[in-house]
């Protein structure tokens, strides 16, 4: 699996941020979310999943790994 945010789609509402803090975080500068961990590992599968399903913009994605 790996995460990554659509930096144009952000707004920075911080919904990944509390489904999965050990994942994202938000830049203070930037007002935007950062990946903290590119590549979660499975115990945190299903936080990074909640994260893309309550993200209002559609700005986190998932990559499932071939």
Do not use: K, N, Y
């Amino acid at each position: 699996m790996r995460t990554w945010v659509d930096l144009d789609l952000c707004e920075g509402c911080a919904s990944c941020m509390v489904a999965a803090p050990d994942v994202f975080d938000i830049d203070d500068e930037t007002g935007r979310a950062v990946v903290l961990v590119e590549r979660p590992g499975p115990d945190q599968a299903a936080q990074v999943r909640t994260a893309v399903l309550h993200c209002p913009v559609r700005a986190v994605h998932v990559t499932e790994d071939a």
